[in-house]
């Protein structure tokens, strides 16, 4: 059982972040079925060095699954899929250190991230689990799985994987070095609805409200630690060591990509998806790199069969 000190009940959440009153509604509007619209438990788990974590736990009797989100998201990016997987699995979406309502921290190595998943599965009292990640994410459940494959059921990465087309990244990176979160959740809404004017205005909205945070002084900003820099070179070599880590599961794989990404390819999708002992690989259409939020109802029908052919 989960130690209830370590739990924030729902009626005490943090005030800030997407306002989960909308979801049910965006999430019928995205295909997503489900019958609980309650929001999550927020939970507050130790981990790594003392870090303080903030997690989403979604509820539900079947086996445990935590979801992993990718750099500059935050937990909530899982709340259409975590909201329809509900009971079928225990989903719980994890804000990786300096992201979202996580505490701040000095060490942001991709080494940190893997220990902070141990003492979460600890602090939970999981001894396996389903371990989902998106993008960075991706690449921090692989490594975990590498340094303690005893604990997986299942490894689940979305769009990323060796052969990553890193070049394909830089419209999104442009767009975080252009606009300033300073001016406001509005109009951050506003910047991306030029960008895409045939976007969601709405499901914009949520997702930038997710990703961004209001200090004490009143001050917008994105909900990441903007102290810290990227060494990309660096990160890319370990993506591509992600291969052998596959290679060494016992452990099913699924390597899902978005069918309109042009980040993580068909070609790279098979091929890594090959290094597994038994893994497999899907394309989710009508969605891009972010597979959780373009096609939430298709990555949640591609999850449930996924699981169901394991034993």
């Not at 699995?89 to 141990?118: Q, T």
């Not at 004017?197 to 945070?213: I, K, L, T």
């Not at 291969?243 to 794989?253: D, F, Q, S």
Request: include cysteine.
């Amino acid at each position: 059982m989960t130690d209830r000190s370590s739990i924030v009940e729902g009626g005490h959440r943090p005030t800030q972040g997407a306002d989960f009153a909308m979801l049910p509604a965006l999430a019928r509007r995205l295909g997503v079925s489900f019958e609980d619209t309650r929001p999550p438990r927020h939970l507050s788990l130790r981990g790594a060095g003392g870090v303080r974590l903030h997690a989403l736990d979604w509820g539900g009797e079947g086996p445990p699954s935590l979801f992993l989100h990718g750099g500059r998201l935050t937990a909530q990016t899982w709340d259409y899929v975590c909201l329809g997987l509900r009971g079928p699995v225990r989903a719980v979406a994890l804000d990786l250190r300096g992201h979202g309502d996580s505490g701040r921290a000095e060490d942001y190595s991709l080494e940190a991230h893997v220990a902070d998943i141990g003492a979460v599965l600890d602090a939970l009292a999981w001894p396996k689990v389903h371990l989902i990640g998106m993008s960075y994410g991706g690449l921090i459940a692989a490594h975990f799985a590498a340094a303690a494959p005893h604990r997986l059921l299942s490894l689940v990465t979305v769009d990323v994987g060796p052969g990553v087309a890193f070049e394909a990244t830089a419209r999104m990176r442009g767009f975080f070095q252009r606009v300033h979160p300073g001016a406001g959740v509005d109009a951050m809404v506003e910047a991306t609805m030029q960008i895409s004017p045939s976007s969601d205005r709405e499901r914009v909205a949520y997702r930038m409200a997710a990703m961004m945070r209001r200090s004490g002084s009143g001050d917008w900003d994105w909900a990441r630690d903007g102290q810290r820099s990227t060494d990309y070179p660096a990160l890319l070599a370990k993506v591509e060591e992600m291969a052998m880590t596959a290679g060494r599961l016992a452990a099913t794989g699924l390597v899902v990509r978005g069918g309109r990404s042009e980040i993580f390819s068909e070609e790279a999708a098979a091929r890594f998806a090959a290094r597994f002992a038994n893994g497999e690989w899907i394309a989710i259409p009508d969605a891009g790199h972010n597979v959780q939020e373009d096609n939430p109802a298709g990555l949640i029908a591609a999850l449930s069969r996924f699981w169901s052919q394991r034993p």
